[in-house]
């Protein structure tokens, strides 16, 4: 059993505490085993394999920009964003958002407990899958590609303010992005995202170096906009819709109750 099992669960006892000791978890009842599972195991699956497939998107999303940037203009061997912004996008302006995701809740915990059947769909492993993987791929390329295509298509009288103008879009899609994989959006993902858009407001006026403030007016912000709703609303909608055709297990479970 102990070289089978998958986590290792001690339950304290009158022969002593080493086996709880040396248990990846320990609990003193064994009925506290059912929370455990049921509520507690299945939700850090799912949650894990959102955040994990999110984390990858996060990369990947950039680098399409940059690919897509570097093909447009002959493949020149520069990098279109640099120095801070790099820093910041992988630690300031998309961290909080996207660990926010580990508050998700897809049911209840007495809804969990009730419905043993909602922790048995987790082993047909549909939750992190290479099917999923390709969508958080296609998502990535869709996004990125369209960020760039449609900065330089339509926005080619502003190239001077390109990296701001696909830096913010990138940004505000990604905190955009934290809003469509959730189940319930509660008050600390929110909290997470508004403070995530502030600072990235305050360092636009911060860091000179990188952004240029004397063309931020009504129209830059229109730019902004558009962008946004260009990359991230097609997904969105899609997946409302895909949802509302094949629900998901956890639907299909509790509408039979």
């Known amino acids: 059993m102990i070289l089978e099992s998958n986590v290792g669960i001690g339950i304290v006892g009158k022969e002593g505490k080493q086996a709880s000791l040396a248990a990846d978890f320990s609990i003193n009842q064994f009925s506290y085993l059912k929370k455990l599972i049921l509520w507690h195991g299945r939700q850090s699956y799912k949650r894990s394999a959102v955040l994990s497939q999110f984390v990858i998107h996060r990369g990947l999303i950039i680098s399409i920009i940059q690919a897509v940037f570097s093909i447009i203009f002959y493949f020149v061997a520069i990098p279109i964003y640099n120095g801070y912004l790099m820093l910041g996008y992988a630690t300031i302006y998309t961290s909080l958002p996207v660990f926010s995701i580990v508050l998700d809740e897809d049911t209840g915990v007495q809804t969990a407990l009730d419905y043993p059947p909602l922790y048995k769909t987790l082993q047909k492993g549909r939750s992190l899958s290479f099917k999923t993987f390709l969508i958080w791929v296609w998502q990535s390329i869709f996004q990125g590609g369209l960020i760039m295509f449609t900065c330089i298509t339509f926005f080619n009288d502003s190239f001077a303010n390109i990296v701001t103008i696909t830096f913010s879009a990138l940004i505000i899609v990604e905190l955009l992005n934290v809003y469509s994989v959730v189940n319930k959006f ?63 297990e956890q639907k299909k479970i509790l509408s039979q109750r």
Do not use: G, Q
């Open 186 to 248: 509660n008050w600390k993902m929110l909290l997470a995202s508004l403070a995530t858009l502030i600072l990235y407001v305050i360092s636009i006026y911060s860091f000179r170096t990188y952004f240029d403030t004397s063309y931020i007016n009504y129209e830059f912000l229109w730019k902004i906009v558009a962008l946004t709703v260009a990359s991230w609303l097609p997904l969105h909608i899609t997946k409302v819709i895909v949802e509302c055709i094949d629900p998901p």
